[in-house]
T-cell receptor, first 113, second 111 residues
Framework: NAGVTQTPKFQVLKTGQSMTLQCAQD?????MSWYRQDPGMGLRLIHY???????DQGEVPNGYNVSRSTTEDFPLRLLSAAPSQTSVYFC????????????FGPGTRLLVL | RKEVEQDPGPFNVPEGATVAFNCTYS??????FFWYRQDCRKEPKLLMS?????NEDGRFTAQLNRASQYISLLIRDSKLSDSATYLC????????????WGAGTKLIIKP
């Protein structure tokens, strides 16, 4: 099993550009989520999904969109990048509820100029 | 006040020593508690869940104090490989069971 994979590992964007961060898992997990991690702060939930076709907003959803067309994939789209979106982004998955072990991808480091 | 608070450290500890750090949470409705470990520039990985009666996994002991709303992590006989950031995570029942993450405590084990 590859676990949770994320691409790209690094990305530099200019303000206003859009891009999609890819996330995939091969563990047949129903629950998937996207977090951002900023210095001095805990992981903050952006969006999450409890199954294919179902998504919901987390704590900091503005400026991001998600979709969940399959169990395996959960892409995160930045609509119009802003410097405030410079961060490390982690995708995570778990069997069901958020109370269970979260398995994380290796992260995407994003710099918005 | 942050919902989950941790001392950011760093805690500089000699190899072989015992080190402990706490994490406080603000919401008494919290139901599940975890410690994750994060190595530099890597993803978080589950270290251990924290049970009401306290639990131990090798050199690591986790405790929960519901009355004072904190959890603790004790590491005995610390190894160089224990150097990492330790993240406290709390599951809030009244926030749709979303996980709330502390900012982490950095631990540096020195030879």
């Amino acid at each position: 099993n590859a676990g949770v994979t994320q691409t790209p590992k690094f990305q530099v964007l200019k303000t206003g550009q859009s891009m999609t961060l890819q996330c995939a898992q091969d563990m047949n997990h129903e629950y998937m989520s996207w977090y951002r991690q900023d210095p001095g702060m805990g992981l903050r939930l952006i969006h999450y999904s409890v199954g294919a076709g179902i998504t919901d907003q987390g704590e900091v959803p503005n400026g991001y969109n998600v979709s969940r067309s399959t169990t395996e994939d959960f892409p995160l789209r930045l609509l119009s990048a802003a410097p405030s979106q410079t961060s490390v982004y982690f995708c995570a998955s778990s069997y069901s509820s958020t109370g269970q072990t979260q398995y994380f991808g290796p992260g995407t480091r994003l710099l918005v100029l | 006040r942050k919902e989950v608070e941790q001392d950011p450290g760093p805690f500089n500890v000699p190899e072989g020593a015992t080190v402990a750090f706490n994490c406080t949470y603000s919401n008494s409705a919290s139901q599940s508690f975890f410690w994750y470990r994060q190595d530099c520039r890597k993803e978080p990985k589950l270290l251990m869940s924290v049970y009401s009666s306290g639990n131990e996994d090798g050199r690591f002991t986790a405790q929960l104090n519901r009355a004072s709303q904190y959890i603790s992590l004790l590491i005995r006989d610390s190894k160089l490989s224990d150097s990492a950031t330790y993240l406290c995570v709390v599951n809030m029942a009244d926030s749709n069971y979303q996980l709330i993450w502390g900012a982490g405590t950095k631990l540096i084990i020195k030879p």
